[in-house]
């Protein structure tokens, strides 16, 4: 896999996990609301994905879910430092094969 293939996949897998995040934050208040957890697996070739869902085993508290809002912020955190790492590495990506280009010319 290229740089630019393993960047995007980790900007999939990032996306995906601040999606999940969100969600969980906005059914809060849901009764037996179950929060999920995104599952990521390394690819041989580079890169990761996400190999699916599933629900945090927590037990939720009488008439409420299992959200635990610290836990979303940290896991939320996490998911954004990982987007903006892949960004970068794709922006440096870019500048790389601009330069390359402007050394042809």
Do not use: C, I, W
Not at 33 to 57: Q, Y
């Amino acid at each position: 896999m290229d740089v630019l293939g393993l960047a995007l996949s980790g900007l999939r897998a990032s996306s995906v996990g601040l999606n999940v995040r969100a969600n969980n934050v906005a059914n809060q208040q849901t009764d037996g609301f179950k929060a999920k957890r995104v599952d990521l697996v390394a690819e041989a070739s580079g890169g990761v994905r996400v190999s699916g869902l599933s629900e945090d085993p927590t037990p939720a508290g009488s008439g409420t879910s299992n959200v635990d809002l610290a836990s979303e912020t940290v896991q939320g955190m996490g998911f954004e430092l990982m987007y903006k790492a892949n960004l970068k590495v794709l922006k440096s990506a870019d500048e790389l094969m601009q330069a390359t280009l402007d050394l042809k010319a």
